[in-house]
Structures are given as C-alpha cells and as structure tokens.
Nanobody, 127 residues
Framework: QVQLVESGGGLVQAGGSLRLSCAAS????????LGWFRRAPGKEREFVAT????????AYVDSVKGRFTISRDNARNTVYLQMNSLKPEDTAVYYC????????????????????WGKGTLVTVSS
C-alpha cells in the first residue's frame, strides 16, 4: 500500500523557520515528481513546490520563491520543504504528493494529475 506521510508541521512565529518532511512507502518514488501543496483556511488547495525525480528541476509558486526550498533524498524515499521567513499567510495544511514522470528533469505545478497524496500537516504562523 502506497503511503505518503508528512511531518514537521507546528506553530511558529512570523519570521521563523520550519522543515517539513514527507516519507514515502509502499513503492520506490525514484521515478516520481514529488511536491508540496497547501490549503489555507477558507481557500482552495494550491501548488507550493515540486521537484523532479532527478532533483535537477524545481518549481515554486511566486509567493514562496526565495523563502522555501524543496529537496529530496531518493535513497530515503523522502522529500523535504525548508520554509524560512515564514509569514502568517503561509498558515495552511501542507500536503505531500507524487506524480509519475518518464522524464528526469520534469516538474509539475498543478494539483491535478498527482497520483498519490498524503494526509497533510498543519503549519501555523503567528504574527
């Protein structure tokens, strides 16, 4: 059974940092784009960042560029999201997701077409 399990969420003050992790199990994800999405209170789920299965390609939503960094460790089947300079508007449930790709450098920037999803981890940024 395929599982994506997020961890690392919590409460942090504005300007602080958090590192999210997502551990994948049930199959190898070395041929999968891995990514992070989020749903803020009262809003639709949105794309945050994805990384190609080679690690050579990354994509970010404009609002997090320069503050968030996505990375992956294929040996551990894990993807990370380092979040710095957090803002109250970053408050959301963050979801990990995976999408199969034939191309090592490809990324993806939509929640549509993702093959697997985690259950989410809550990030709360206080002002």
């Amino acid at each position: 059974q395929v599982q994506l399990v997020e961890s690392g969420g919590g409460l942090v003050q504005a300007g602080g940092s958090l590192r999210l992790s997502c551990a994948a199990s049930g199959r190898t994800f070395s041929n999968y784009i891995l990514g992070w999405f989020r749903r803020a209170p009262g809003k639709e789920r949105e794309f945050v960042a994805t990384i190609s299965w080679s690690g050579s390609g990354t994509a970010y939503v404009d609002s997090v560029k320069g503050r968030f960094t996505i990375s992956r460790d294929n040996a551990r089947n894990t993807v990370y999201l380092q979040m710095n300079s957090l803002k109250p508007e970053d408050t959301a449930v963050y979801y990990c997701a995976a999408r199969f790709s034939r191309f090592s450098g490809s990324t993806w920037s939509s929640e549509y077409g993702m093959d697997y999803w985690g259950k989410g981890t809550l990030v709360t940024v206080s002002s």
